[in-house]
């Protein structure tokens, strides 16, 4: 079922963001803010929306800028912004975040991200850790390596030559490409991302999904991935904020989980205490539209279920 509410949302950014909404009947244990992933959009969580509604959680999910219906004057599709697109994105989930707070003074707030979404609510949660409850971060790479550096000088040299708001010609070769070229069955280009043939044929199919992003979103990306592997960024963390780390083992995005598993090394060593990790076999990079999806959501919820009792 589709979200049941769609709200123009403007962000003080200068974002009019495509809020969707799922409500519950109060008493709700808590709310879920979601955030999507790379050349996507937040509809596409609607079946776990519903899952989470028919669970207690109430559940609010906006397109990031350049992405599904949200509009902005520096942030056609593509790109997050012309300036500061990385800060202006955390802002306008901030601003979600209040706006959440608001409408449901009290209840607890679980942050979600998948993919890119997992690197924008990491960065949230080192800015503001003590106001949530939980932090879901799903099939997310913080890698921040040699391979990184390069890609990040890759796109310098693309910016001087090309400009910044232009499709970027190389980082999709390195990236959904290279991913793609992983899987040995492979009937298209984007199988890396689920074994389930149906979702992948809805990916394909929806015109607002599969895009090649910007010079300009790809750095800002790899700015969100460079500020969240950065230690001293959650020294101001709570240690005790409950996290929830998710990956698959055949998912080439995250080397088949190797990076959610870094990530959780990571936390670990700095002495965070609620790191819960899953490391689903067979799985590829979206979990929640994957032949396991099932159990994949009903262990999240078990899990969010604790947060928000935390």
């Given at each position: ?12 950014t ?10 519950v009947?109060e008493?709700a244990?808590a ?16 079946r ?5 509604a ?26 997050f ?20 707070a ?91 991302l ?5 979702e ?64 959780e ?46």
């Amino acid at each position: 079922m589709p979200f049941e509410e769609r709200r123009a949302f403007a962000s003080p950014t200068g974002a009019v963001l495509n809020l969707l909404v799922k409500k519950v009947a109060e008493p709700a244990r808590a709310v879920v803010q979601i955030n999507h992933g790379l050349a996507e959009h937040a509809a596409r969580y609607a079946r776990f929306a519903d899952h989470l509604a028919a669970s207690g959680f109430q559940v609010y999910a906006h397109d990031h800028r350049g992405h599904g219906g949200t509009t902005a004057l520096d942030a056609p599709s593509g790109i997050f912004a012309r300036e500061s697109g990385a800060e202006k994105v955390i802002a306008d989930v901030l601003a979600i975040h209040d706006l959440i707070a608001r409408e449901h003074p009290g209840l607890p707030v679980i942050v979600f991200g998948h993919s890119m979404g997992g690197l924008i609510a990491l960065n949230f949660v080192q800015r503001h850790s003590q106001r949530i409850a939980g932090a879901a971060i799903w099939n997310a790479n913080f890698s921040a390596g040699p391979a990184e550096r390069l890609a990040r000088l890759l796109l310098l040299w693309e910016r001087f030559r090309l400009g910044s708001d232009v499709p970027s010609r190389l980082l999709p070769k390195l990236t959904f490409q290279a991913w793609a070229r992983q899987i040995p069955d492979r009937c298209t280009g984007f199988d890396w991302l689920s074994r389930d043939r149906a979702e992948v044929d809805a990916y394909i199919a929806d015109p607002l999904c599969g895009w090649d992003a910007s010079v300009s979103m790809w750095r800002d990306i790899f700015d969100l991935i460079f500020h969240g592997s950065d230690d001293r960024n959650l020294a101001d963390v709570r240690k005790d904020l409950p996290f929830h780390l998710v990956g698959g083992d055949k998912d080439p995005a995250t080397a088949g989980g190797k990076a959610v598993r870094n990530l959780e090394a990571r936390l670990r060593r700095l002495g965070f205490s609620g790191v819960t990790t899953r490391i689903y076999p067979d799985t590829r990079h979206e979990s929640l539209n994957e032949m396991n999806r099932e159990t994949v959501v009903a262990d999240f919820v078990e899990w969010a279920n604790m947060a928000a009792c935390h």
